[in-house]
C-alpha cells in the first residue's frame, strides 16, 4: 500500500517561498501511470488543487497558481516537493499530496504570517 507523508514549515513568512516534500513508501514515483498532486484546503473553503507531476516528470499546474509554483521530484529519495513563491496570507492552506490512485497524506497546516 502506497503511504504518503508531507513535510516542511509550519509558518512562512509574507513575500517568501513555501517549500513542502512529499515523501511516498510502499510503492516507487515512478512506476507508470502514477500522478502525484498537491492539493490544498485554506480554513473554511473547499479543496483547490495545485498541480501535478508524473510517473515520467512532467508536470501541470493550476493556471490561477502557475506563475508561482512549481513542482519536482527526487527519484532518488522517492519525493517529490512543491514551492510557492511570493505567498500572502491567502496561501494559509492545509496542504495535502495525493496519488491519482486516491492515496492522501495526512496533510500539513503552513500559516503565513509575519
Known amino acids: 500500500q502506497v503511504q504518503l507523508q508531507e513535510s516542511g514549515p509550519g509558518l512562512v513568512k509574507p513575500s517568501q517561498t513555501l517549500s513542502l516534500t512529499c515523501t511516498v513508501s510502499?510503492?516507487?514515483?515512478?512506476?507508470?501511470?502514477?500522478?502525484w498532486n498537491w492539493i490544498r484546503q485554506p480554513p473554511g473553503k473547499g479543496l483547490e488543487w495545485m498541480g501535478v507531476i508524473t510517473y515520467d516528470g512532467n508536470t501541470y499546474y493550476s493556471p490561477s497558481l502557475k506563475s508561482r509554483t512549481s513542482i519536482s521530484r527526487d527519484t532518488a529519495k522517492n519525493q517529490f516537493s512543491l514551492q510557492l513563491s511570493s505567498v500572502t496570507p491567502e496561501d494559509t492552506a492545509v496542504y495535502y499530496c495525493n496519488s491519482n490512485f486516491n492515496d492522501w497524506g495526512q496533510g500539513i497546516q503552513v500559516t503565513v504570517s509575519s
Open positions: 510502499g510503492g516507487s514515483i515512478t512506476t507508470s501511470y502514477y500522478a
